[in-house]
């Protein structure tokens, strides 16, 4: 293999061309006569028999050459990237140039991956939230589980907000009954808004067991068209009337919602829980506002492949987040109007900005000479064994060494910055934009547990 030149444009688009000279071009064709000489008809010979110059007499002395020249680039090319230290994001682009019986040359055009050139990352000063805890927060707290562990008690007074409720009811549209207005025994809480503006608020002051009558206007927005900016009336039949009542704050009810035997440990435990929260939450936003300025000092170019394939992770992203609430994306597209590749469009400024801050601290790893050592990079296969409930075998399939070698990096990258960086007291005149953090994970603050 010889490289006959390299060159490469600032989009990070290389073209290499490489020769293959005749012993190597030999070597290629007599493999491909090996492989394909049952493909020719030699009278005289049965197929595959006949010898290889026979073919080359009756077909030309190029019959071999194309597979001779589809079983040699690939190495040619896969050498050509390992001397060079060239690491592809896309597959490259072959033109064949050149052949005859000397040998033949090729033309591979590639993106690879780019490197950064970062700017100041040492002694960066960011606002860090103070963590504070005050009784009010752990009252908080403690309503809400209040409100989880709540239980419904039917009443005999009229209904009042947020008092649940058992009603039939029936819409029509000028005396006509319309479809999906029609409800038999449903459950209903008071101020939720899951009915029309207006009609909840109508319903209180009545009572169990009255029938009424309500009126409302659907919104200019409506999703059903047919309906949209109408006047309805419904005829409403109630049949009961319930309220939360909540568990008194004692021991009993620490006991009933936690470990814990009595009030004062549930109080000491949802304050620890408090604090370990916000003061992940104070460390996000001081991480983040450093990143953000590593960002603005970073000048990288980054090949339009990289952003296409971030795009579209940050759209597999979402649809999963939707899922996870129960919507599918095609239906959020058919609700909002939007397409896939519009949503694609107003996602590539963000996708540039998260791969932009990987190279970033790749590019300080490699500044400041960090390294994975091979335990380190064992215990974090270990590690996601464990939460994937697998083998590190398995995971070691999903996720080549050089991809989590890379996510180790960029976060000792993203640590060495935080180490060496000062945090300020006061808050910043304008709110720092979150970024995905270095190992290319959306940072998320952690959900107190019961």
């Given at each position: 293999m010889n490289l006959k030149s390299m060159e490469k444009d600032e989009k990070n688009l290389v073209t290499l061309t490489i020769g293959l000279e005749s012993v190597e071009f030999e070597q290629a064709i007599e493999k491909a006569y090996?492989?394909?000489?049952?493909?020719?008809?030699?009278?005289?010979?049965?197929?595959?028999?006949?010898?290889?110059?026979?073919?080359?007499?009756?077909?030309?002395?190029?019959?071999?050459?194309?597979?001779?020249?589809?079983?040699?680039?690939?190495?040619?090319?896969?050498?050509?990237?390992?001397?060079?230290?060239l690491e592809p994001v896309e597959n490259a682009d072959i033109e064949v140039t050149d052949i005859g019986a000397e040998g033949y040359s090729f033309v591979a055009r590639v993106h690879v991956y780019p490197e950064a050139e970062v700017g100041a990352y040492k002694g960066?000063?960011?606002?860090?939230?103070?963590?504070?805890?005050?009784?009010?927060?752990?009252?908080?707290e403690l309503s809400r589980l209040?409100?989880?562990?709540?239980?419904?008690?039917?009443v005999s007074?009229?209904?009042?907000?947020?008092?649940?409720?058992?009603?039939?009811?029936?819409?029509?549209?000028?005396?006509?009954p319309f479809e999906g207005g029609k409800g038999e025994n449903f459950q209903l809480t008071i101020g939720s808004g899951?009915?029309?503006?207006?009609?909840?608020?109508?319903?209180?002051?009545?009572?169990?067991?009255?029938?009424c009558q309500v009126t409302v206007t659907f919104p200019e927005d409506y999703h059903a068209a047919e309906l949209a900016g109408r006047e309805a009336v419904f005829f409403v039949t109630i049949h009961e009337v319930k309220e939360s009542e909540k568990p008194e704050l004692d021991d009993e009810f620490a006991k009933d919602v936690s470990q814990f035997d009595t009030l004062e440990e549930l109080r000491a435990d949802i304050r620890a829980k408090l604090e370990a929260q916000r003061a992940k939450h104070s460390d996000e936003i001081f991480e983040n506002a450093l990143a953000e300025q590593?960002?603005?000092?970073?000048?990288?170019?980054?090949?339009?492949?990289?952003?296409?394939?971030?795009q579209s992770e940050l759209l597999q992203d979402m649809a999963r987040r939707l899922s996870e609430q129960g919507?599918?994306?095609?239906?959020?597209?058919?609700?909002t109007g939007q397409t896939v590749e519009g949503l694609k469009d107003e996602m590539r400024a963000h996708a540039l900005r998260q791969i932009t801050v990987r190279l970033a601290f790749e590019k300080i790893a490699a500044l400041e000479e960090l390294e994975v050592p091979e335990e380190e990079l064992e215990a974090e296969y270990a590690k996601m064994a464990g939460q994937l409930k697998t083998s590190s075998k398995r995971v070691k399939e999903a996720v080549p060494e050089k991809s989590l070698r890379r996510d180790l990096l960029r976060m000792?990258?993203?640590?060495?910055?935080?180490?060496?960086?000062?945090?300020?007291v006061q808050p910043p005149e304008q709110v720092v934009i979150r970024e995905q953090s270095p190992s290319g994970t959306d940072a998320q603050s952690a959900e107190l547990e019961e």
């Open positions: 090996k492989r394909d000489a049952g493909r020719f008809n030699v009278p005289g010979f049965r197929r595959g028999k006949a010898p290889r110059r026979m073919i080359e007499t009756i077909y030309g002395p190029s019959a071999f050459y194309e597979s001779a020249v589809n079983l040699s680039y690939p190495g040619a090319y896969e050498q050509a990237l390992r001397d060079n230290d960066l000063h960011a606002y860090r939230p103070p963590v504070e805890v005050d009784v009010g927060d752990i009252d908080a209040q409100s989880r562990n709540a239980r419904l008690v039917t007074r009229p209904i009042q907000n947020n008092d649940a409720i058992t009603l039939d009811f029936e819409g029509f549209l000028d005396d006509i899951q009915f029309i503006p207006g009609f909840e608020e109508q319903l209180v002051g009545r009572s169990a067991g009255e029938d590593v960002y603005t000092a970073t000048e990288a170019e980054v090949p339009d492949v990289m952003i296409r394939e971030q919507m599918e994306l095609s239906s959020w597209l058919e609700a000792k990258a993203s640590a060495f910055v935080k180490e060496n960086a000062f945090a300020d």
